[in-house]
Nanobody, 123 residues
Framework: QVQLVESGGGLVQPGGSLRLSCAAS????????IGWFRQAPGKEREGVAC????????NYADFLEGRFTISRDNAKNTVYLQMNSLKPADTAVYYC????????????????WGQGTQVTVSS
């Protein structure tokens, strides 16, 4: 079955960087999209970034202001989220998710989810 495994979270000081990884396995789709979402305590899950093999698109949430970059290693079926200039407001559990086509910022349009990785930005 489809499995998504996130890694790379941790504690970082404001202004620091982290790189999250999402390793995907167990599927044979020709086209798919992998999205990164995050959920802070007491808040709704929100879309952060997405990459699609269907149309080659990458999308980012407006609030990122260019601080995060999503990339993909097709040979490893792994998607990365490089996070720079981190702020305390970026503290959340970060999830990756997969759907069968185009990027979307809506969590309900994704079929499979990883278990999440905690990112804490604090001095």
């Amino acid at each position: 079955q489809v499995q998504l495994v996130e890694s790379g979270g941790g504690l970082v000081q404001p202004g620091g960087s982290l790189r999250l990884s999402c390793a995907a396995s167990g599927f044979t789709l020709d086209y798919y999209a992998i999205g990164w979402f995050r959920q802070a305590p007491g808040k709704e899950r929100e879309g952060v970034a997405c990459t699609s093999t269907l149309d080659g698109s990458t999308n980012y949430a407006d609030f990122l202001e260019g601080r995060f970059t999503i990339s993909r290693d097709n040979a490893k079926n792994t998607v990365y989220l490089q996070m720079n200039s981190l702020k305390p407001a970026d503290t959340a559990v970060y999830y990756c998710a997969l759907n069968r086509g185009y990027c979307s910022g809506y969590s309900y349009e994704y079929d499979y989810w990883g278990q999440g990785t905690q990112v804490t930005v604090s001095s």
